[in-house]
Nanobody, 128 residues
């Protein structure tokens, strides 16, 4: 049984940083793709990054490249997404998602519908 659990969201001021976590059970975060997404009210779910899978690739969406960083703790089977230089428009629910069928390259990793497993999400609010 696969379970992904996000945590670490909260309220942060513009320009600040926050790290959200995705703890996986029944799913190896190093061998399989873990994608990060966010969804703001009234908007579609947006891809942010992907890590894991064959070739141990990490890819970032252009919108967050240079500001967000993925890291993996293999011992804890946990993936982290560090959010830096946060802006009010980064306010959203942040999700991790996993799938064993593809790697973090090509075109599949950017599409939410490709992922079989999802966490419940964690709210990040950027406001002064």
């Amino acid at each position: 049984q696969v379970q992904l659990v996000e945590s670490g969201g909260g309220l942060v001021q513009p320009g600040g940083s926050l790290t959200v976590s995705c703890v996986a059970s029944g799913f190896n975060v190093s061998r399989n793709a873990i994608g990060w997404f966010r969804q703001a009210p009234g908007k579609e779910r947006e891809v942010l990054a992907c890590s894991g899978g064959t070739a141990a690739t990490t890819n970032y969406a252009e919108s967050v490249k240079g500001r967000f960083t993925v890291s993996v703790d293999r011992a804890k089977n946990t993936v982290y997404l560090q959010l830096n230089s946060l802006k009010p428009e980064d306010t959203a629910v942040y999700y991790c998602a996993g799938d064993p069928r593809f790697a973090c390259w090509g075109s599949q990793w950017v599409r939410p519908r490709e992922y079989d497993y999802w966490g419940q999400g964690t709210q990040v609010t950027v406001s002064s």
